[in-house]
């Protein structure tokens, strides 16, 4: 029941980002605007996420939990109705980032809530079987976004996002724990202090940069994806929301042969073997192809990877901070969000309304990943 639980609540990030992906043309014409300013409403999310993760970790130290779980929630539902009443998208990418600082509490503390239970090698394993949990929200979401596009209209995917975060927030006050309480003696102003330590942990910085750059080729991905498919291929929204579904199925398949895996090895020696997948992966999508099979080919067996490293990545990362895994959790994710804005803000700067700008991104991610952990753990 809690993994159930804190999957529902770690999907509000992922549902917030691809529920309404397949809107964005919709959103264009209903402010007049072009593709690539109502991309700038994603990059405010990516950036609210950023921002808003580093923030928790000394918060959650000092206070526990479900406190500031249940603040942030509170800020996701108000965000989310602040974007339902938007009249411009220079409104709609405000309240995108405080929906962001709000979904922060999703992401941040079930990550920590785990790291408090269960074992570094448990963890991953954990990890693995949360993603099939947080994984039927992207596959759902851009169905639902359709559903609800064609009937009611793009603000319609708000009023169901402000729902859902509500229904996890009745969830969370009746199943989740609270692993550890309020601490007095952990200050808020020994923050950069505490950040600094973490960051002089080598394997920490190496998982976390390593997992960052995948999540920012996912990220890229995402970003990319809509002029990918809906511009130059010229595809319908129901056909990109049955593409993106399917690179999710993979995701969550990939996520469970990694957990079945770390049955046999340990997550030290499965995590460098698999890094292969994306390194292949990004040297083919740097010839930029523009042939529809084997660009969305590529990206699904990218994404597959993304689904078995983050688990690793985020147990390796986390192994050594039993004592402060909410800073820890949140250092990770804010270095992890921190690099997917920058791809994400990168693929609006260089949007040519072709493939070339997001293959050349997302390989270039992959690459990068895979070099960083050979080169740091050597």
């Given amino acids: 029941m809690l993994l159930l639980v804190l999957g529902g609540i770690i999907a509000i990030g992922p549902l917030t980002i691809d529920i309404y992906l397949p809107a964005f043309s919709a959103i264009a014409a209903d402010f007049r605007i072009t593709a690539s300013q109502t991309q700038l409403s994603l990059t405010s999310y990516f ?3 950023t921002i808003g993760q580093i923030s928790y970790g000394p918060i959650i130290d000092r206070f526990g939990k479900k406190p500031p779980l249940f603040c942030g929630l509170v800020i996701f539902i108000a965000a989310t109705i602040g974007c339902f009443y938007s009249n411009s998208i220079e409104q709609m990418i405000i309240f995108r980032f405080f929906q962001a600082i709000g979904a922060c509490a999703g992401t941040v503390i079930p990550r920590a809530i785990v790291r408090d239970i269960f074992s570094p090698q448990e963890s991953a394993r954990v990890f693995s079987h949360l993603i099939l949990v947080m994984g039927v929200a992207p596959i759902l979401a851009p169905l639902v976004g359709n559903i609800l596009l064609a009937a009611f209209g793009w603000r319609s995917i708000f009023a ?3 729902l859902f975060a509500v229904f996890c927030l009745i969830l969370a006050w009746r199943a989740v724990p609270e692993t550890k309480g309020a601490n007095p003696d952990e200050k808020i102003s020994r923050v950069f202090k505490k950040y600094s330590k973490i960051l002089r942990d080598k394997n920490f910085v190496i998982s976390a940069l390593t997992g960052g750059l995948m999540m920012a080729g996912l990220f890229a991905f995402i970003t990319g994806s809509p002029t990918v498919y809906l511009d130059f291929f010229a595809i319908s929204p129901h056909q990109y929301g049955l593409i993106f579904s399917i690179n999710s199925i993979g995701f969550v398949i ?9 049955r046999r090895m340990s997550v030290a020696e499965l995590f460098p073997k698999l890094l292969l ?3 292949l992966t990004g040297l083919f999508l740097l010839s930029c192809p523009e042939n529809f099979w084997l660009l969305t080919a590529a990206f699904f067996i990218f994404i597959c990877s993304c689904g078995m ?3 690793n990545a985020t147990a390796l990362a986390l192994a050594n901070h039993a004592a402060h895994s909410g800073s820890a959790s949140a250092l990770l994710g804010t270095i ?4 997917a804005a920058l791809a994400s803000f ?4 260089i949007h040519d309304g072709g493939v070339t700008a997001t293959a050349l991104v997302v390989g270039s991610c992959g690459i990068l990943a895979s070099a960083t952990s050979k080169i740091g753990r050597r």
């Fill in 47 to 49: 950036i609210g996420i």
């Fill in 160 to 162: 169901f996002l402000a």
């Fill in 254 to 262: 990939a996520s469970q042969i990694n957990a079945y895996l770390l």
């Fill in 277 to 279: 997948i994306p390194l």
């Fill in 309 to 311: 490293l983050f688990p």
């Fill in 336 to 339: 992890q969000f921190a690099l």
């Fill in 346 to 349: 990168t693929i609006s700067e």
